[in-house]
T-cell receptor
């Protein structure tokens, strides 16, 4: 099955940009996602990118996909305290089953 | 427009017992998927239901079973509970064939 890996922690100063990285193993992955999870809550779909794209921008969020290296990143511009959460990278192939990484805990410091 | 809802919010059970968790999909969605999220880990796919049938299954034992009703809502049943079944159980809904899945808030199951 698909393996998805992420770095576990990221600390960023308020107002700076955050970059969260992810790698995946299955080259047939069709869509790649970023989900956000706040304490005690479910998963919020932030954005996703189709595998034939290399970039997608949505307000403060920019997703970059390097399909050759199977590397996905999420950039959050002007990081705010409300961005403190766990961010999950996920991939899906033709079977529609989401495979998640272990999550990156982002801490925003003043 | 209600999003995905799950009940109960929290549940405490004893080893060996059985549990049923419930999920109502986002309005209009016809497909429900269940995930198990152990503490400190990412969610793991359990199974997916569409047209009242299990369509996909992850690497979970037969103790985990499910059901989908004609109104698209779904139940997850776990028999013979083990301590290791303690986790947040997440339900996600989508249109069949869509790659966008929307998650509910989850049910926190604690097995003692």
């Amino acid at each position: 099955g698909e393996d998805v890996e992420q770095s576990l922690f990221l600390s960023v100063r308020e107002g700076d940009s955050s970059v969260i990285n992810c790698t995946y193993t299955d080259s047939s992955s069709t869509y790649l996602y970023w989900y956000k999870q706040e304490p005690g809550a479910g998963l919020q779909l932030l954005t996703y990118i189709f595998s034939n794209m290399d970039m997608k921008q949505d307000q403060r969020l920019t997703v970059l996909l390097n399909k050759k290296d199977k590397h996905l990143s999420l950039r959050i511009a002007d990081t705010q305290t409300g961005d403190s959460a766990i961010y999950f990278c996920a991939a899906v192939g033709n079977d529609y089953k989401l495979s998640f990484g272990a999550g990156t805990t982002v801490t925003v410091r003043a | 427009d209600a999003g995905v809802t799950q009940s109960p919010t929290h549940l405490i059970k004893t080893r060996g017992q059985q549990v049923t968790l419930r999920c109502s999909p986002k309005s209009g969605h016809d497909t429900v998927s269940w995930y198990q999220q152990a503490l400190g880990q990412g969610p793991q796919f359990i199974f997916q239901y569409y047209e009242e049938e299990e369509r996909q299954r992850g690497n979970f034992p037969d103790r985990f079973s499910g059901h989908q009703f004609p109104n698209y809502s779904s139940e997850l049943n776990v028999n013979a509970l083990l301590l290791g079944d303690s986790a947040l159980y997440l339900c996600a809904s989508s249109f069949w064939g869509s790659y966008e899945q929307y998650f509910g808030p989850g049910t926190r199951l604690t097995v003692t």
